[in-house]
């Protein structure tokens, strides 16, 4: 019996720190390490939650999930039992937090650490920043003075994040600066960035750019010279690293233009789908790196300018970066084989026709309804909604049902001087209604009743246990004027974990009740995430993506919910805000 509901973000992060702990220790094989960061990543990336398969098929449905064995599948039926995993707690005891926490400077791998640990007696983020301060690190192996400065740089920047990974809204607009700068000087031929931000992971650790150019060194000079870069940690001739300020890493490299398909393909990773790719080009008889395929038989190498070559080359179709993450892209282009593109119809920036959630100054908004309006057109949408928050929000200025009324006067005079401008473009009236602890909603059905489309919204009590909070929401999710479910987990990312809901329970009950799952927008949520959110369109749930904007700017942040949904194998037909507004509307008069 589960005495212990682990929910998938859980029980991954504990394998992932057994990797890290036993990789430190020293004593454990490559191999087995690897397999506990393999698990760790299926785990977090599995559409079930890991204790739903055990509790439903025991220990032996566990290998549902890829890289689960017969002894870790042991291992996560004692921590699902009884809350406890010996050979973990005698791991902790071991090799200490402290020692596990500077994994966290950037830089510092674990063999460091466990040198600083060992050698210099360092269990911990302080100590190790007393050691650099007193000029004890440099005199450890390949050391020296300017590593011992670096590490006390990562541990400044670390102060600034909470997770050592920054923001991808944070690090987006880092990268676009440095490669409009780039891209003017003479000789270069291509750049990209690569690695995760390529991949449209919603947090970045290091930004890594690629170029391709015969003549590196202008390029090189230029980027050590940006104004954004703080501090310059290598000087090369074909790469260089910096640091900006708020402690992000940037690391350009310059890359001969016959081998950019190689090079592009191997940098943007992730390291898993690198790895999946390698397994297959080595039954092929190939092997591949960032400068070549070879034929290992006829030691003959191949060159490739693109990535869509690369692929064609082990008889693969071209993968779009986003779905890089060993989730069955790799087995989706070996089936369609070369020359075709894996999910071909992921929707794109260019098919969004509205934006189902921003606010105005009715509620903590910092625009009138026009002012929203005037900049939604700007961006080519037919359509947006208005869902100010309900007055129930709390930690916000909200709208009383007398308020929800007046707003909508409002809405239909911007609505008749738009049209009298002959723009066509309508301004639909909504209301982000919050959901209380026993999940009624925080005003009246007439009112609700009078709004083209309403969301659900839960701010408080995230922390819940698990059924409680899912109970909350199912009852919010069966008014029948509930139309959508706004940022379903509540997650704030580098600040707070989302619900621990029972997702299939909300899965199905926005099946069952026809309820828009929102993808929100906003860098700060994205949320619903990649992995919930490719679950919830699996099985068919209907869904949107939603700036959640408060001012202008924030509905130019669509990108990267568009980006989220890529991630997640989402094509244009399975997000509402896609639809042509009469079909929108359509649909919505149908589910009364």
């Not at 619900?499 to 899965?507: G, T």
């Not at 509905?555 to 509402?576: C, D, E, K, S």
């Amino acid at each position: 019996m589960i005495t212990a509901m682990l929910s998938n973000a859980q029980l991954a992060a504990i394998f992932a720190d057994i990797a890290d702990r036993l990789e430190i220790q020293g004593t454990e094989n490559v191999f087995a390490i690897r397999a506990y960061r393999t698990v760790s990543e299926n785990i977090a990336a599995h559409g079930r939650t890991v204790a739903d398969i055990y509790r439903d098929g025991g220990i032996a449905a566990l290998h549902e999930v890829k890289g689960i064995g017969k002894e870790i599948a042991k291992k996560i039926e004692s921590l699902l039992n009884t809350d406890v995993l010996e050979f973990y707690e005698r791991l902790k005891s071991e090799v200490p937090d402290g020692v596990v926490a500077m994994l966290q400077i950037p830089g510092v791998g674990p063999k460091r650490v466990h040198e600083f640990w060992k050698t210099l007696g360092v269990e911990g983020i302080d100590t190790l920043k007393a050691a650099a301060l007193a000029g004890k690190l440099r005199e450890l192996p390949k050391m020296g003075e300017k590593a011992e400065l670096k590490i006390l740089a990562g541990i400044e920047s670390l102060k600034r994040t909470t997770t050592g990974r920054l923001r991808v809204d944070q690090v987006m607009p880092v990268a676009e600066i440095i490669i409009a700068a780039l891209r003017e000087i003479p000789g270069v031929q291509k750049i990209e960035c690569a690695g995760s931000l390529r991949r449209g992971r919603d947090t970045i650790g290091d930004l890594d750019i690629l170029i391709a150019t015969a003549d590196p060194a202008p390029v090189m000079q230029v980027f050590r010279s940006h104004t954004l870069a703080s501090e310059v940690i290598n000087a090369g001739a074909t790469k260089s690293t910096i640091h900006t300020r708020d402690g992000l890493q940037i690391d350009l490299r310059a890359i001969e233009p016959a081998v950019w398909g190689t090079a592009l393909q191997y940098f943007t990773g992730s390291q898993m789908h690198n790895v999946k790719v390698r397994e297959h080009a080595q039954k092929l008889g190939l092997s591949l790196n960032e400068y070549a395929v070879t034929d290992v038989r006829r030691d003959e190498k191949f060159q490739f300018d693109s990535e869509e070559a690369v692929y064609a080359k082990l008889n693969m179709a071209w993968i779009p970066p986003e779905l890089r993450e060993d989730r069955g892209e790799v087995e989706a282009a070996l089936d369609l084989g070369p020359y075709r593109i894996v999910a071909p119809d992921l929707i794109r920036l260019e098919d969004m026709r509205g934006d189902l959630q921003m606010h105005t100054m009715w509620s903590d908004g910092q625009l009138d309804v026009m002012g929203m309006a005037r900049e939604a057109i700007t961006l080519g949408y037919e359509y947006i909604l208005i869902t100010d928050h309900s007055v129930g929000v709390n930690v916000v200025r909200g709208v009383t049902a007398e308020q929800v009324r007046a707003q909508g006067k409002e809405i239909a005079k911007v609505n008749a001087a738009l049209h009298k401008e002959k723009l066509t473009f309508t301004v639909l009236h909504g209301v982000e209604v919050e959901v209380h602890s026993d999940g009624a909603l925080d005003l009246p059905d007439d009112v609700l009743a009078e709004c083209a489309l309403v969301q659900a919204s839960v701010h408080t009590l995230l922390n819940s246990p698990r059924e409680k909070i899912t109970a909350r929401t199912l009852a919010a999710m069966t008014n029948p004027h509930i139309d959508i479910l706004g940022h379903p987990s509540g997650r704030r990312i580098n600040a707070r974990e989302g619900a621990d809901y029972d997702w299939e329970r909300i899965f199905a009950a926005a099946l069952e009740h026809n309820v828009i799952l929102e993808i929100n927008a906003n860098p700060d949520r994205l949320d619903l995430h990649d992995v919930h959110a490719r679950r919830a369109a699996e099985l068919g749930c209907k869904l949107s993506i939603s700036t959640d904007a408060h001012n202008a700017a924030m509905l130019h942040n669509m990108r990267y919910g568009v980006t989220i949904a890529r991630r997640a194998w989402i094509t244009p037909a399975q997000i509402v805000n896609t639809w042509p507004l009469t079909k929108l509307l359509k649909w919505v008069r149908g589910r009364g």
